[in-house]
């Protein structure tokens, strides 16, 4: 039965081990993915990074360029300007002036009358004074100033200008971009909580599944970046603007279930089947108390009506006058007959304990055993005290003292020595009862009180049972082997309360 216990537990271990090696197996297979979409996605974010930085430049140039056509256009109107009345107008001069159809331009003089305007924005219709409100729109960029040292009274003009319309257009939408490309790209296919952080590890430069606090908050922010600073190699990657940053990211929810997962189901597993070993177990005592019960009732029953005639038959004799030793004894084993009835009677039923001297009544139980076992036999008796009072119940408490003696009789062999020692402590009394038998086996020592275990060959395997129910169930203490060694002895140990427990 043991044995196959064990190769039972042995196949449970080896499920759960392939179970966990193919979870982890997985779960390293996911890792692995989930790495590589953070290394795509960050390349992404450092390509797209790349191409909003040379798209900056690329505006910067055009910027550029448009103010070098403002510049030339404030030339050829002053050269205009500056040609007399009757002089040809030259023809380039004409073209460069004509040529702006998307520059917004304004020319007023000293008092802020609008001398000319061109590519105005509607709203604003054909203005003669240069207000507020032109002066709001045109107010990117400081004025060109017009003068000519050629043209006497040549009052100075002011030419107010403004990025193009297609440039202007094109900026919005570059700055849509610059800020939404991380927060767009950060929204990975990998699912997992990843954060974009300064080469210093005290920014954050963008986050996706994570929960980003206010930047004032510098606490929160350690905090946050310190969650996931652990938990995966960092991918360095180059930001405009950032230079080098760090893409820090944690295991996705999913792959974290699946990595726990095998430990919590067999945790539920196991404490299902603990709980129904246990009830299992309990059941089967239950059904074993039960039978045990029947059976002892059944014995106190059987042995009722022999030991009626056995006492009336000593009566008998009595009468008739006959005396001696012989019938004495006859006389002791006939009550010890009704007290082995009465203990069978009481299996099962709740045993009334009372104050009783343990020395005294574990000396009378010896001394009956003793009278009847081979002379061979040497016993030696040792007490702390001549009296220790505990709650007993003096019938079954001697039928344990006479069952372990009679073990310890069959161990020896009919030849040796049995030791009864007696110790009291505050709170308990120990007896300890040895012998100089051939020993119990180590991993015998909890088996041997199991029912129907027995190393003879006509026992049933009940007398250690009875005797551990006894000490245990009725009397609230402890009995088990203290210590044995093989061809020299054992030492059976009782436990017994100096109060009632409950």
């Not at 992404?44 to 798209?55: C, D, G, K």
């Not at 023809?91 to 008092?111: A, G, H, Q």
């Not at 600073?229 to 990211?249: D, E, M, R, W």
């Not at 997962?261 to 177990?281: C, T």
């Amino acid at each position: 039965m043991q044995g196959w216990k064990w190769l039972l537990l042995f196949f449970a271990l080896l499920i759960v081990a392939v179970s966990l090696y193919f979870t982890d197996t997985i779960v390293k297979r996911i890792a692995a993915d989930e790495r590589q979409r953070v290394i795509l996605w960050a390349d992404a974010v450092q390509q797209r990074a790349s191409l909003v930085n040379y798209t900056e430049r690329f505006f910067e140039e055009i910027k550029y360029e448009e103010r070098k056509r403002v510049d030339l256009w404030a030339m050829a109107n002053r050269r205009i300007m500056e040609m007399p009345l009757s002089a040809n107008i030259d023809i380039i001069y004409v073209e460069i002036i004509t040529s702006n159809t998307t520059i917004p331009i304004l020319i007023t003089d000293n008092e802020g009358n609008v001398l000319d305007h061109r590519n105005l924005d509607p709203k604003f219709g054909d203005p003669a004074y240069f207000t507020d409100e032109l002066k709001g729109h045109f107010s990117e960029y400081p004025p060109i100033h017009i003068t000519s040292e050629m043209v006497p009274g040549f009052e100075t003009q002011y030419l107010y200008y403004r990025d193009s319309r297609v440039f202007t257009e094109l900026r919005e939408l570059l700055d849509d971009f610059i800020h939404s490309f991380i927060s767009e790209v950060v929204v990975n296919s990998a699912n997992v909580p990843v954060i974009i952080v300064d080469s210093a590890h005290t920014r954050i430069i963008a986050a996706g599944n994570v929960d980003v606090p206010a930047e004032s908050d510098s606490n929160a922010i350690a905090q946050v970046i310190g969650s996931l600073a652990g938990k995966n190699p960092p991918i360095v990657i180059q930001l405009p603007g950032f230079g080098t940053s760090h893409v820090l990211y944690a295991n996705s929810f999913l792959l974290t279930q699946l990595r726990y997962y095998p430990v919590v189901q067999f945790a539920v597993i196991g404490i299902f089947l603990l709980v129904a070993y246990i009830l299992f177990s309990t059941a089967r005592r239950a059904e074993q108390n039960h039978v045990w019960v029947g059976m002892s009732k059944e014995t106190a029953h059987q042995l009722g009506t022999p030991i009626s005639s056995l006492v009336g038959w000593l009566e008998i004799i009595r009468m008739k006058g006959v005396e001696g030793d012989t019938l004495r004894e006859i006389s002791k084993d006939i009550r010890r007959l009704e007290n082995i009835t009465e203990r069978f009677s009481k299996i099962g039923s709740p045993a009334k304990l009372e104050p009783v001297n343990v020395v005294d009544a574990t000396r009378d139980a010896i001394g009956y055993m003793k009278n009847r076992t081979s002379k061979k036999v040497s016993s030696h008796f040792n007490s702390s005290s001549g009296e220790i009072i505990v709650p007993l119940n003096i019938n079954l408490f001697e039928w344990v003292i006479e069952n372990i003696w009679k073990n310890a009789v069959d161990a020896i062999n009919g030849s040796g020595t049995i030791s009864i020692q007696i110790e009291e402590r505050p709170r308990q009394v120990i007896v300890d009862i040895s012998d100089t038998g051939k020993g119990i086996q180590p991993g015998f020592h909890k088996a041997i009180f199991n029912p129907g275990f027995t190393s003879k060959q006509k026992g049933w395997g009940l007398g250690l049972s009875l005797c551990k129910r006894i000490i245990e169930n009725y009397h609230r203490g402890r009995l088990f082997v203290k210590k044995s060694e093989i061809n020299k002895g054992t030492t059976f140990r009782i436990v017994l309360n100096k109060q009632l427990t409950t």
